[in-house]
């Protein structure tokens, strides 16, 4: 767990002789006369991940997978946001994509993307304080947020509370400029 928290990327072996700490642990005991109680027999007990037998192997190695021949949902979100000024450097940066030419460019889609994440497809803006009323909209390009409007509209009703209708675009989606 260590390692992986502090993002270690580089293991390497050291022998006991040019490393002293587990030189000395490992020669501590030589030449002493072993007794039953002194704990030579025990064997390290394995962690809860060997028994179930779970391994966390950083250091494996396994075949590249074959493409998928249809497009992913990160592809076709990618798609779907393309040409939009405010979501397209957020999408690209949160799919990890080349958010820009210049470091600014790229500072700015970092900034701009807190707040939203994408999950089963869609990007979502997420809460950013406790009193809102939900906890994420989805996103939606601009160029698609009248007609959603209206198709909301003609589903809610026109004879409806005209609040009830804004409430529910507003709990449910989001795009610039609603």
Do not use: Y
């Amino acid at each position: 767990e260590s390692i992986l928290a502090h993002n270690i990327i580089d293991v390497r072996h050291r022998p006991g002789i040019e490393n002293p700490v587990a030189d000395g642990l490992s020669r501590m005991w030589q030449g002493k006369k072993r007794t039953a109680t002194d704990g030579s027999t025990w064997s390290v007990l394995a962690d809860w991940e060997a028994i179930k037998g779970i391994r966390n192997n950083i250091l494996s190695v396994s075949p590249a997978q074959e493409e998928p021949t249809q497009p992913t949902a990160n592809v076709q979100l990618e798609e779907r946001f393309r040409g939009d000024v405010f979501f397209e450097p957020m999408v690209r940066h949160l799919l990890g994509s080349n958010t820009g030419s210049t470091v600014s460019e790229r500072r700015c889609a970092m900034h701009r993307a807190q707040g939203f994440i994408v999950d089963q497809g869609k990007l979502w803006k997420v809460a950013s304080r406790p009193t809102e009323r939900v906890s994420r909209r989805e996103c939606i390009p601009r160029a698609e947020g009248f007609q959603f409007a209206l198709d909301t509209h003609r589903q809610i009703g026109h004879f409806r509370s005209v609040d009830s209708l804004k409430l529910h675009i507003h709990e449910t989606t989001f795009w610039p400029g609603m």
